[in-house]
Structure formats: structure tokens, C-alpha cells
């Protein structure tokens, strides 16, 4: 590497990434969803305990997920809120998980959360650079009983990192970033 700044592809893929709200039908092809995930197992850990794990969710699941869903937003704001959250969120083509792994070390916990967020930033970044878009959910499903039900998880085993909704854009939304000058400090 004898460059001294980031490849155009690699800058435009992290410049160009947005959050997708609105998907296409057709769903992405397995494959490629694995692929994506290999890029995310790449992500730094320290100690190397690689703590994620992910849980791709196919019809039958996706479909339990939505129902969970639904009924939790029914219970906080009625059944005109669940009826669009349902239709909106049967329409998503493409579901996964990202949990940790947990420590009974807190900060081994700390370090191996952190990495996790690393590794859903490669998987995005890698499926953005193939046109596939993803939402990282954190909502109120994520941290119900029944979530970690669905996934068969044991208490107290694992933390979830997050819901990822994921699909070709509908729409892409703009974005924009502070200039660097008002998020830095420097220090002699």
C-alpha cells in the first residue's frame, strides 16, 4: 500500500451508504448475503474472539418476526399503527441478526460489542458495494422476550447488535456530514 489516501472506490462506497427505507420485491440472492457476511467476520476484535454470530431469517421466521412486531406496536399505539408497521415490514425482502456473544468479562463485553458494530458496518458497506441496501434496526422488537425466543437463544448467552433489514433501494435518500473541522480536536 504505498498511497496515502483511500482508494476512490472504497471512499465513494462509504460516502455513498445510506440507511434504506424503502425496498425493491426481489430479494438478493443467498449467496451474496454470505459473502457479505464473510466481509463482516472481518472486522477487528480484540483478542481475536470474533463474537458476532448471525441469524438469517427465512419465510417462516420472517414472518414470526413480523407478527412479534406487529403486536408490540398494537400494544403501544393501536391497531392503525400495527396494520401500516405490519404491511411496511412484510414488504422487506430480506431479513438477518447480528447478536454478540457474551463474557462474563464486562469490558471482554465492551471490546466484543464494539467489534460487533464493526463487523454490521463491513456487512453494510460490502452489500451497499453490490447495490443492496440495509436498515440496523435496534427498535423495541430487538430487545422483547419473544426476539431472543426466535432465535432460540438462552438467556444471558448472547446480546443482540442489532435487526438488518435488507434488500435493493427503492429510493436512496441524500445525506450529508459535517465538514471534518467541527469533529475534530488536535492536541500537541
Known amino acids: 500500500m504505498s498511497d496515502t489516501t483511500p482508494s476512490a472506490a472504497v471512499a465513494d462506497v462509504i460516502r455513498q451508504r445510506r440507511t434504506i427505507e424503502n425496498f425493491r420485491a426481489d430479494r438478493p440472492p443467498h449467496e451474496v ?57 412484510s414488504q422487506i425482502p430480506g431479513w438477518l441478526v447480528m447478536t454478540c456473544v457474551l463474557s462474563e468479562d464486562p469490558l471482554r463485553s465492551e471490546e466484543d460489542y464494539a467489534a460487533c458494530c464493526c463487523a454490521a458496518q463491513n456487512l453494510s ?41 435488507y434488500g435493493y433501494p427503492q429510493t436512496i435518500p441524500q445525506s450529508r456530514r459535517r465538514p471534518v473541522a467541527e469533529v475534530i480536536e488536535e492536541y500537541p
Open 33 to 89: 448475503i454470505l459473502q457479505a457476511i464473510e466481509l463482516a467476520c472481518w472486522a477487528p476484535n480484540h483478542k481475536h474472539t470474533e463474537p458476532w454470530r448471525f441469524h438469517l431469517l427465512g419465510p417462516e421466521s420472517s414472518a414470526q418476526l413480523i407478527a412479534l412486531n406487529t403486536r408490540l406496536v398494537r400494544e403501544k399505539k393501536g391497531d392503525e399503527a400495527a396494520q401500516k408497521k405490519q404491511q411496511r415490514w
Open 125 to 165: 458497506l460490502a452489500l451497499w458495494s453490490l447495490g443492496i441496501g440495509v436498515k440496523w434496526s435496534t427498535g423495541e422488537v430487538t430487545r422483547s422476550e419473544g426476539f431472543a425466543q426466535l432465535l432460540g437463544l438462552t438467556p444471558g448467552t448472547r446480546k443482540i447488535v442489532g435487526l438488518f433489514a
